[in-house]
């Protein structure tokens, strides 16, 4: 069982930047691939990004390439996302997750989180 619990969501001007992080329970974090997906009102969870286990490869959606890190602690059960370049567009409410291998489809990863809101302003 893993639990999970983000953190650092708000509102930021574009432009600006954010760090999510995501904070688990549990004594097989290190063990598990983690994800971060986003989702607006009336629209599917969209996959932003993630990284395998141990945490070597990492992977993003085409739009967030080159802007956002995808990185994690084990020691500290942690993983983050670091959000630059930030584009009214990337306003969402951004969920973590974690599963068994690093891809991009929702319904692979096992568990989640509660979500943080990020709202960017124009």
């Known amino acids: 069982q893993v639990q999970l619990v983000e953190s650092g969501g708000g509102l930021m001007q574009a432009g600006g930047s954010l760090r999510l992080s995501c904070a688990a329970s549990?004594?097989?974090?290190?063990?598990?691939?983690m994800g971060w997906f986003r989702q607006t009102p009336g629209k599917e969870r969209e996959f932003v990004a993630a990284c395998n286990w141990p945490g070597g490869s990492t992977y993003y959606a085409d739009s967030v390439k080159g802007r956002f890190t995808i990185s994690r602690d084990n020691a500290k059960k942690t993983v983050y996302l670091q959000m630059n370049s930030l584009k009214p567009e990337d306003t969402a409410v951004y969920y973590c997750?974690?599963?068994?291998?690093?891809?991009?489809?929702?319904?692979?990863?096992?568990?989640w989180g509660q979500g943080t809101q990020v709202t960017i302003s124009s």
């Open positions: 549990g004594r097989t974090f290190s063990s598990y691939a």
């Open positions: 997750a974690a599963g068994f291998r690093a891809v991009a489809r929702p319904g692979a990863y096992d568990y």
